[in-house]
């Protein structure tokens, strides 16, 4: 186990982690990490929930975070610079309506570059899924296409029974296009804990609605085609 301190009141700008003072006096956000399960865990500052990120490469702790702070001096977001990406760790809200704000802006640009990934396949669709899911802790929010010929194959397996067409777990992986519910679950985390499940459906509600208006207008459909939201376990 190892506590890494960040100060919550620095100056303006980003800062290695080893660029942060030393003393690491006043409030800091101290990011609790176990190296054998390499699990961080830090309390939020303001709400006091608890947070949560998994497979975080004892390789890259501390040395791989990245701390940036506002015009103000305060600390607005923890990243990890991972193979050459970055890793949102914390990111400061300042109220609820902030949080709403940012997680709703960022649904829209990830809804619209799935968008543009299934329009690009240019085939014609006989259903579009949008698969959401939420435990408090892990969220998933995806789209899933399926074909007619996809379809028939699924109802040919299940014994001609045209309900199934309808699951979108029937459908292949392939089939499948992600939000980045990584970065998504790091903001739901870092919000208040008592708005969380109405940020998710805020936030599911709004990448289907955007999912559906963007793709249909550029995508071809069959005569029985289905646009299908559902949560699954």
């Known amino acids: 186990m190892g506590i890494y301190k960040i100060p919550l009141e620095f100056k303006a700008g980003e800062f290695k982690f080893g660029e942060l003072p030393d003393y690491k006096n006043g409030e800091c956000l101290e990011l609790d990490y176990d190296n054998e399960y390499q699990i961080m865990?830090?309390?939020?500052?303001?709400?006091?929930?608890?947070a949560r990120i998994y497979t975080v490469p004892r390789e890259l702790i501390p040395s791989g975070l990245t701390a940036a702070y506002g015009e103000d001096g305060v600390l607005d977001k923890v990243e990890l610079s991972e193979n050459g990406k970055t890793r949102l760790i914390y990111i400061r809200f300042k109220n609820i309506k902030a949080s709403e704000r940012a997680i709703l802006k960022f649904?829209?640009?990830?809804?619209?570059n799935i968008s543009d990934v299934i329009?690009?396949?240019?085939?014609t669709l006989a259903r579009l899924f949008v698969e959401k899911f939420y435990d408090g802790e892990a969220v998933d929010i995806a789209a899933k296409t399926a074909t007619a010929e996809e379809m028939q194959a699924v109802i040919d397996?299940?014994?001609?029974?045209?309900?199934?067409?309808?699951?979108?777990?029937?459908?292949?992986?392939?089939?499948?296009v992600e939000l980045d519910r990584e970065t998504l679950g790091v903001m739901m985390m870092c919000t208040n804990s008592y708005?969380?499940?109405?940020?998710?459906?805020?936030?599911s509600e709004t990448f289907a609605e955007r999912l559906e208006s963007r793709v249909l207008k550029k995508t071809k459909t069959?005569?029985?085609?289905?646009?299908?939201?559902?949560?699954?376990?």
């Open 195 to 203: 708005f969380t499940n109405i940020l998710y459906n805020k936030a």
């Open 41 to 50: 865990i830090y309390e939020v500052p303001l709400y006091e929930n608890e």
């Open 222 to 233: 069959t005569e029985d085609f289905r646009f299908i939201c559902e949560e699954y376990d």
């Open 107 to 112: 649904v829209k640009e990830q809804a619209n």
């Open 157 to 176: 397996e299940y014994d001609g029974d045209a309900a199934t067409a309808d699951n979108s777990g029937n459908y292949p992986v392939e089939n499948r």
């Open 119 to 123: 329009i690009k396949r240019k085939q």
